[in-house]
């Protein structure tokens, strides 16, 4: 079974609707990351939770919104999709202690029509 | 800010020759580098991390070095196999990271038989 599982793999939605994205992980790391990948820009950072009780916003928070329920779990919502937020977004995970690898989900392809 | 490049977009080689990619940061020089592969669809895997202190780091038929006087990180894959065909990303903590890192935009790796 994957360690870090993200929901749905696919979507496509219209300009304004309220989408939610979903990572699930196993690994029993406190650190969760949210990125957005786009042709040549890279990954980039949305939001990042260390614990249920922290949240930080990253490099392009703005037009998204997150949610940690719980260790294993941490949630994206775009409130009112744009077209531009069409991307590959992925989640991860990172153990504690100094270098930070990041264990990545499978990724959601989300496009806004 | 920091800034990361990575060698041209796209690297193609020979099977069996040795694959080069090569990372560059500007500004400060990070405590850690880290290279991640990455499959069509799929979410990067951590390969590597390198420290500050390390000139050279080793996995398998994988190499990286770290020269801070350069800026610089080289990727090696030697004996190269079309398995070996994936984007390659490198990574480094910025500064005051607080537990993030960022990524470069990857170099595209293909290897013909």
């Known amino acids: 079974d994957a360690d870090v599982t993200q929901t749905p793999r696919n979507r496509i939605t219209k300009t304004g609707k309220r989408i939610m994205l979903e990572c699930s992980q196993t690994?029993?790391?406190?650190?969760m990351y949210w990125y957005r990948q786009d042709p040549g820009l890279g990954l980039r950072l949305i939001y990042y939770s260390f614990d249920v009780k922290d949240i930080n916003k990253g490099e392009i928070s703005d037009g998204y919104s997150v949610s940690r329920q719980a260790q294993a779990k941490f949630s994206l919502s775009l409130e009112s999709a744009i077209p531009n937020q069409t991307a590959l977004y992925f989640c991860?995970?990172?153990?504690?202690?100094?270098?930070?690898?990041?264990?990545f989900g499978p990724g959601t392809r989300l496009t806004v029509l | 800010s920091q800034k990361i490049e990575q060698n041209s977009e796209a690297l193609n080689i020979q099977e069996g020759k040795t694959a080069t990619l090569t990372c560059n940061y500007t500004?400060?020089?990070?405590?850690?580098l880290q290279w991640y592969r990455q499959d069509p669809g799929r979410g990067p895997v951590f390969l590597l991390l390198?420290?500050?202190?390390?000139k050279e780091k080793r996995k398998e038929r994988l190499k990286v070095t770290f020269d801070t006087t350069l800026k610089q990180s080289l990727f090696h894959i030697t004996a190269s196999q079309p398995a070996d065909s994936a984007t390659y990303l490198c990574a480094l903590d910025p500064p005051s990271s607080a537990s993030k890192i960022i990524f470069g935009s990857g170099t595209r790796l293909s290897i013909r038989p």
């Open positions: 690994k029993g790391h406190d650190r």
């Open positions: 390198i420290r500050e202190n390390e």
């Open positions: 500004n400060y020089s990070p405590a850690y």
């Open positions: 991860a995970t990172s153990p504690p202690g100094t270098y930070n690898e990041q264990f």
